[in-house]
């Protein structure tokens, strides 16, 4: 409805492939900056190991390897957060955002491209994470990559979208957490149970649905968070 | 003048209407609703569950003004929103009460992270907490408004794909006291709770009337103050 609305007159290049194209070209840029710069990465792939080693000594020796795949979770989570808070960091420390805004592509692609170099970012840590995590702790399943997976795109999804909302607000980095946090409680549900329950078939159909509904409804209002 | 004191009519007439609805509900719920099996604790169900109640159609009012603030560019409805969602985390404060009230006399624990509705509410009511936080961290006016909007839909959209999150899980001990073959209680019980249920739907909205009217007086009188000054 509202991404519709803001489809009219906007785009510098017709039709879907024009607006793919808008959403690589813009994506490649994040990408390309993460290149040459390297904030992100380390920083990311560093904390998540230092977290893992946080919690070889926070679990109590005999805890269950279901316990530390818990903890997987809270150190993917709390990982993704930290790449969040630099969605925004390359336009605002350069003062780019008001120009990413005057340029003539749909604002939703400024979203989706947000969301594509978030994943690319979150799946590189996360390859790390889960070599980790393997070593130091439980074997990785498949049903596990598979979540990690359809998380990554959840919390990529609403995480590009409160990300613009923080980079708004006057308390940025401490309310990006407020705002990811709750919403991201069901992907937590879905993800753990996928990684230690039976029957996963049903959570990893629950996260794919959290997807598609967060994403379309991200999709939808991203052009009012950020528009003036 | 006449047209900003309008809702006042309204408002009274409303509290008026809440405050007889209360004292009849509370009657029937301690003189003409029976004492359940579950022994005298139950009666908290007449005010736990209203309440509950009314949290979830505030928090849904407060989104609905937020799709008409960001589809019709309605002025006002922003204000609106903002109104119902705060009168929303009120009722959502006194649910998780009185259920962790409800959760001691039943199960022994004040909070027991087993019973999944309490767990639902409290991710709703943390998230709505987090309304206020962004809010008042940004400028006011077109974006403050845009922004509240898309994140009050978000909440809507939040509470029912946490409610089938916390279904998937097991270990479920919380009442259900409306089931597919309808509600599982006596008549009278029936009866006190939809008159506690329509108490607390009126107190809502003498409270809503109220805020509104109050912070209408508010943006009128700085309207004016800056004529002056």
């Known amino acids: 409805m509202s991404a519709a609305a803001g489809m009219s007159g906007r785009r510098g290049r017709g039709g879907l492939v024009g607006y793919l194209g808008d959403v690589a070209t813009l994506a490649g840029k994040d990408l390309r900056i993460e290149w040459r710069a390297r904030d992100t990465f380390p920083a990311m792939a560093l904390f998540v190991l230092s977290t893992m080693t946080i919690f070889h000594f926070a679990l109590p020796s005999g805890s269950s390897d279901r316990a530390a795949q818990g903890m997987l979770w809270v150190a993917i989570l709390f990982t993704a957060l930290l790449g969040l808070t630099r969605t925004y960091a390359p336009e605002r420390e350069q003062g780019m955002f008001d120009g990413l805004l005057l340029s003539p592509v749909d604002r939703s692609a400024i979203w989706l491209a947000k969301v594509l170099a978030t994943l690319v970012f979150l799946a590189a840590v996360e390859v790390v994470a889960l070599l980790a995590f393997w070593l130091f702790f439980a074997h990785v399943g498949g049903a596990m990559i598979a979540a990690v997976v359809l998380a990554d795109i959840g919390l990529c999804a609403v995480g590009a979208l409160v990300a613009a909302m923080a980079t708004a607000s006057r308390s940025r980095e401490l309310i990006l957490p407020l705002l990811l946090l709750p919403l991201s409680v069901p992907v937590v549900v879905g993800a753990v149970g996928a990684s230690v329950d039976t029957g996963t078939g049903k959570y990893l159909a629950f996260l794919a649905l959290y997807d598609a509904i967060f994403s379309l409804i991200a999709w939808g209002t991203f052009e009012y968070v950020v528009a003036e | 003048m006449k047209k900003l ?42 005010f736990h569950v209203p309440i509950a109640l009314t949290a979830y159609a505030t928090f849904g009012w407060g989104a609905w003004k937020a799709l008409v603030h960001l589809w019709k560019k309605k002025p006002g409805a922003d204000l609106e929103s903002y109104v119902a969602i705060h009168q929303g985390t009120i009722f959502g404060a006194l649910t998780l009460i009185t259920g962790s009230i409800w959760a001691k006399l039943r199960w022994g624990h004040w ?14 009511f943390l998230f709505y907490c987090t309304y206020f936080m962004l809010r008042y961290s940004i400028e006011a006016g077109p974006r403050r408004a845009n922004i509240s909007a898309v994140y009050a839909l978000f909440g809507v959209i939040l509470i029912p794909i946490s409610f089938l999150a916390i279904r998937l899980a097991t270990n479920y001990i919380h009442p259900v006291a409306f089931t597919k073959q309808g509600p599982q209680m006596a008549g009278s019980q029936f009866a006190t709770f939809m008159v506690c249920l329509a108490a607390m739907w009126t107190l809502a909205g003498a409270l809503y009337r109220l805020e509104l009217l109050g912070k209408r007086l508010d943006l009128k009188i700085r309207e004016l103050r800056e004529l002056v000054l």
């Open chain 2, 5 to 46: 004191l309008a809702p006042l009519d309204n408002a009274v007439g409303l509290a008026v209407l809440a405050t007889v609805l209360i004292a009849v509900g509370t009657a029937m719920t301690f003189f003409y609703a029976p004492v359940d099996v579950d022994g005298l604790n139950q009666k908290i169900f007449y």
């Open chain 2, 111 to 124: 909070w027991l992270w087993g019973e999944k509705e309490l767990v639902l509410f409290l991710i709703i």
